[in-house]
C-alpha cells in the first residue's frame, strides 16, 4: 500500500511540473479543423489538402497571428484523418467540434464524405466548407456548408461547348465508372448538354465500367467502331493513362477530354507521352498562371517537390475564404456558439472574392460562381492555360 | 507479479454493483469538475475524451497531465469507492441474489445504462462513438453466428448490412420525412421514433430474406465455395444499388430522420445479444456446433443439418440486417461503397480478434476495434501499422481470437462476493 501512495504522490508532482510548461492552455486560440482523406483510396488528395494548411498557417504565424478586430489571436490546425471513409469523417468532424471547438472546418474533398460530414456541421451549426466536392447535395438546405468549387452541372456544359468550339465535332462518346458517383453524375450533365446542342443520339457511344476495372478494351472497341469523334472521360487520374493507352492500341485517333478529377500531379507521371496535347477542365492551370497563383505554386513547389494539384489550389482558396470570414465577423467572444454564427454570417456576405482559383461569390445554397478553365496537357506534360469559361 | 496478485486480493471482495458504483463516482467527477477544475489545473485544454489517448499521442507534452488526469478521475476514485462501499454494496448484492436472475440482470443493465448514458453525455464525440460501437457489436455477435457456432466462412456481411440499411431508410424516408424521391411524409413525422422498431424489422427480413439468395445454392457446398458464393452476392448486392438510379445509384441515400439516439441503439444491442444467447444455447444452436464439427456424424443422429444450417444463416443475416438499418440512422446517410470489402475485412478482424464462438468474445472485439481504431487515429498512417499487427500476434498466439469458446456465468458475475467465500474459491 505505502509503494503505491509514494508513487501516487510522485506521478503527481510530476503531472503537476508538466502541466504548469502547459498552462496558457485556456486562452483564446482560433482553430480550424481539416478533415482529409490522409489514408485510405486517394492518400494524394489527403496531401495535398495537408500541406496547403500547412502553408497558410506559414503564413499566419509569421504575421504574428491572426488580427481580429484590432487584436491578435493565436491559430491552431487541426488535422483529421478521415481514412476516406463515410463515417470516419462524420467521426473526425464531430470530434473537431465538440472536443476540439474548432471555429471552422475545411473538407472533406470527396463528396461521398462532404454530404454526410456536412450533416454533421450543420447540425452544430459550425462553419464547413469543402474545397472540391461537386455533389449539390453537400451545401443543399445546410446554411452552414459551403463549397469551394463550381459544381457539375456548369462543368458539364462548359466541356461539351468548349468540343463544339474548338473542333466542331457533332459525335461524341462518353466512358464513365458507374460505381463511382462524381463520374456517373458529370457523365450525365455531359450527355445531356451534348445533346442538347447537337440533337437526340449525337453521343453515339455511352459506356460504363465498375471502380477498380483495369482492362476497357470491350468499351473503347466500341467506342472506336461507333464513329465518335471525340471521347469525354470524367475518370480519375489513376484510371486515365489505362484508357488513354488502351484507346491508342485499338486505333483511336480523335482527341480524349476529361474533367477536373484529371488535375493531378501524378497523371503525368503515370501516362507519359500518351497523355500530352490532351484537354481537360479544371479549377485553375498551373503552367502560366500569373499573379498570387503563381506565387502560391512556385510556394508550395519549392517546399514540397512537385506542382500543386487543384485539391491543394481549393483547399488554400477555402482557408483564405474562412480567414476572410472570420475577419469580417468584427471580434471574436470567446463563446464559440456565437463566434460560428458570425463567421457564417460574414461568410455569406463575401463578394468577388479574389481566389487563385479564380473570383468566386456565394449563392444563396453556399456554391461559388466561379468561371472554369480548360487545360491543354502540353508536350512538357505541363498543365498549361487554354481557355476560360464563365458563367 | 506480487502487487498484481496483491491487488486482485484487495478486490476480490468487491461485487459488480461496488464496480458500477466506483464508476459513477468516477462518472459524477468528471461532470462536475472535469472542466471547470481537474482539466484546468492540469493544463488540459479540455475533459480528455477517450482517458486522454487522442491528445496524448497528438501533442505528448501533455501525457502527464492525461496521465495524472485519468488517475485523479477515474483510477482512485473507483478503486477507493469500490473498495469502501463494498461493505454495503455486497449485502445488496445478496439480496439482489435472491430475486430472479433475470431481474437482476436488468437491474444491473439499467445502471450500468446510466452510468454509460452520463459518461456519453459529456462530449457528443463520445455519444457517436459509443452508438458506432454498440452497432458493431449486433454485427459482430451476428456474423459470430455463422462463421463461429456454425464454422462456415461467410462473406456476404456487407450485403446484408446494405440490404437493412436501405430497405430500413427508404420506409423512413418515405414515411416520415419530406423527400425529394418519394415525395411528402405518408405519416406524421411524430409517429416515427414509435414505428421505428417494425422499420428495423422490416430490414431485418430483408436481409434475411436476401440471404436465402446465398443460402439455397450454397449449402450444398462446404467451405470455399460458401466464401466464394457469399462474397460474390455482396458485390451483386453493392452493384445492384449502385445500378439503381430510384434509390440514388452510387450517389447514395441521406436524409434520414435521426431515429436512433443511444438508449434505442443501446437496447437493440442488448435485445441483440440476448435473442442470439437463447438460439445458440438451444437445441437448434446445439445442432448448430454438431453441424460444425461432424456433418455427417449430426445427419446420422437426427439433425435436419440443411434446416439448421439455413435457419442459422437467416438468423446471422437478419440481425445484420438490423445492424445495418442502425447504422443508416446513425450517420443519416448511406452509400453502396460503405458495403463493400473494407466493411468486411473489419467485420471479419472484429470478429476473429474476439474470439469465434463466444458472444463475450465478439463484444470484446467489437470494442476492442472500435476504441484502438478512434484512440490511434493521431498516429494516421501508423494506425494501419499497429492494428494489423495486434491482429497477427493474436493470431499466432491465440489462434480462434482472444476469447473463444467460452461464455462468462451472469450469475456468478452479478453475485455477492462474501469474505467467507474467498477460501473456498480462492
Known amino acids: ?391 | 507479479m506480487g502487487i498484481a496478485k496483491k491487488f486482485r486480493q484487495i478486490f476480490s471482495t468487491v461485487p459488480m454493483l461496488g464496480w458500477f458504483l466506483g464508476i459513477l463516482t468516477a462518472v459524477l467527477i468528471e461532470y462536475y469538475w472535469g472542466y471547470d477544475y481537474i482539466s484546468y489545473y492540469l493544463g488540459l485544454p479540455k475533459i480528455p475524451v477517450l482517458f486522454g489517448a487522442l491528445i496524448m499521442l497528438k501533442e505528448p507534452v501533455m501525457i502527464p497531465g492525461a496521465l495524472a488526469y485519468d488517475l485523479i478521475v477515474y483510477v482512485i476514485p473507483v478503486l477507493l469507492v469500490a473498495k469502501i462501499s463494498s461493505v454495503f454494496t455486497n449485502p445488496g448484492a445478496a439480496l439482489l441474489e435472491k430475486l430472479p436472475l433475470w431481474l437482476s440482470a436488468v437491474i444491473h443493465l439499467v445502471c450500468f445504462y446510466a452510468i454509460l448514458h452520463l459518461w456519453a453525455g459529456i462530449n457528443d464525440y463520445r455519444v457517436l462513438v459509443v452508438k458506432l460501437t454498440l452497432v458493431s457489436i449486433i454485427l459482430t455477435v451476428s456474423v459470430n453466428v455463422i462463421n463461429g457456432y456454425q464454422g462456415e466462412f461467410s462473406c456476404s456481411h456487407p450485403g446484408f448490412m446494405a440490404l437493412g440499411a436501405y430497405v430500413s431508410s427508404i420506409l423512413t424516408l418515405m414515411l416520415f420525412t419530406n423527400d425529394k424521391i418519394f415525395g411528402a411524409a405518408l405519416l406524421p413525422p411524430g409517429l416515427g421514433p414509435f414505428l421505428f422498431p417494425l422499420v428495423l424489422l422490416a430490414g431485418g427480413a430483408a436481409a434475411a430474406i436476401g440471404s436465402l439468395a446465398v443460402a439455397i445454392p450454397s449449402f450444398r457446398t462446404r467451405g470455399d465455395y460458401l466464401a466464394i458464393i457469399s462474397l460474390a452476392f455482396m458485390f451483386i448486392v453493392k452493384s445492384a444499388i449502385e445500378n439503381l438510379n430510384i434509390i440514388g445509384g452510387a450517389r447514395g441515400m441521406g436524409g434520414q430522420p435521426d431515429l436512433a439516439p443511444l438508449p434505442v441503439i443501446f437496447f437493440w444491442t442488448l435485445l441483440c445479444i440476448w435473442v442470439i444467447h437463447n438460439f445458440v444455447t438451444s437445441i437448434l444452436g446445439k445442432a448448430l456446433n454438431t453441424v460444425r464439427d461432424d456433418e455427417a456424424a449430426a445427419e446420422s443422429m437426427t439433425v435436419k443439418t440443411r434446416k439448421t444450417k439455413m435457419t442459422a444463416f437467416m438468423f446471422g443475416a437478419f440481425w445484420a440486417g438490423i445492424a445495418g438499418g442502425l447504422f443508416a440512422h446513425v450517420l443519416t446517410y448511406i452509400n453502396p461503397g460503405m458495403f463493400s470489402i473494407n466493411r468486411l475485412a473489419e467485420i471479419l478482424a472484429m470478429v476473429y480478434f474476439g474470439g469465434l464462438n463466444s458472444i463475450v468474445g465478439s463484444i470484446v472485439g467489437a470494442v476492442s476495434i472500435n476504441v484502438l481504431g478512434e484512440a490511434l487515429r493521431p498516429l494516421e498512417l501508423f494506425k494501419w501499422i499497429i492494428i494489423p499487427l495486434i491482429l497477427i500476434f493474436v493470431m499466432i498466439f491465440r489462434p480462434y481470437g482472444l476469447i473463444s469458446f467460452t461464455e462468462i456465468n451472469a450469475k456468478k458475475l452479478l453475485e455477492a462476493k462474501h469474505k467467507r467465500q474467498q477460501g473456498v474459491s480462492p
Open chain 1, 1 to 391: 500500500m505505502r509503494k503505491i501512495a509514494v508513487l501516487t504522490v510522485v506521478a503527481f508532482s510530476v503531472a503537476m511540473f508538466f502541466s504548469s510548461l502547459a498552462f496558457a492552455a485556456r486562452k483564446t486560440i482560433i482553430k480550424i479543423g481539416i478533415n482529409a482523406p490522409l489514408t485510405g483510396d486517394i492518400p494524394k488528395v489527403g496531401e495535398g489538402t495537408k500541406y496547403a494548411a500547412q502553408m497558410w498557417l506559414e503564413d499566419i504565424e509569421k504575421a504574428g497571428g491572426l488580427e481580429v478586430g484590432g487584436k491578435k489571436y493565436d491559430v491552431e490546425l487541426v488535422i483529421e484523418d478521415n481514412e476516406s471513409k463515410a463515417e470516419s469523417a462524420v467521426k473526425a468532424n464531430t470530434k473537431m467540434i465538440s472536443q476540439d471547438d474548432v471555429l471552422a472546418i475545411i473538407g472533406p474533398q470527396s463528396s461521398k464524405q462532404a454530404v454526410p460530414a456536412g450533416e454533421v456541421a450543420n447540425k452544430y451549426k459550425t462553419v464547413m466548407i469543402s474545397p472540391w466536392s461537386t455533389n449539390p447535395d453537400t451545401t443543399l438546405d445546410r446554411p452552414y456548408v459551403f463549397r469551394g468549387c463550381f459544381l457539375d452541372p456548369f462543368q458539364g456544359p462548359v466541356v461539351a461547348n468548349f468540343i463544339t468550339d474548338e473542333f466542331g465535332f457533332t459525335k461524341a462518346a462518353v466512358l464513365y465508372d458507374v460505381a463511382s458517383d462524381y463520374p456517373k453524375g458529370l457523365a450525365e450533365v455531359f450527355k445531356d448538354a451534348w445533346e442538347a446542342k447537337h440533337g437526340e443520339g449525337s453521343v453515339v457511344a455511352y459506356e460504363s465500367f465498375t471502380t477498380k476495372d483495369t482492362d476497357f478494351s470491350s468499351q473503347l472497341t466500341k467506342i472506336v467502331k461507333s464513329g465518335a469523334q471525340v471521347l469525354f472521360t470524367p475518370q480519375y487520374y489513376n484510371e486515365v493513362p489505362l484508357i488513354v493507352r488502351q484507346a491508342k492500341d485499338l486505333g483511336w485517333e480523335g482527341p480524349i477530354v476529361g474533367s477536373d478529377s484529371w488535375g493531378s500531379a501524378e497523371l503525368v507521371e503515370l501516362c507519359g507521352e500518351a497523355c500530352h496535347g490532351l484537354f481537360f477542365s479544371s479549377h485553375y492551370a498551373a503552367a502560366g498562371a500569373k499573379g498570387d497563383t503563381k506565387a502560391f505554386i512556385d510556394r508550395y513547389e519549392k517546399t514540397y517537390g512537385y506542382t500543386p494539384d487543384d485539391v491543394a489550389a481549393l483547399t488554400w482558396d477555402s482557408l483564405q475564404l474562412a480567414q476572410q470570414a472570420i475577419q469580417d465577423a468584427g471580434k471574436l467572444t470567446g463563446r464559440i456558439e456565437k463566434d460560428r454564427e458570425a463567421v457564417r454570417d460574414a461568410l455569406t456576405r463575401i463578394e468577388n472574392f479574389d481566389g487563385i482559383t479564380g473570383k468566386m461569390t456565394f449563392t444563396e445554397e453556399g456554391d461559388p460562381i466561379k468561371c472554369a478553365v480548360i487545360v491543354k496537357i502540353n508536350n512538357q506534360g505541363e498543365f498549361e492555360f487554354y481557355s476560360s469559361s464563365c458563367p
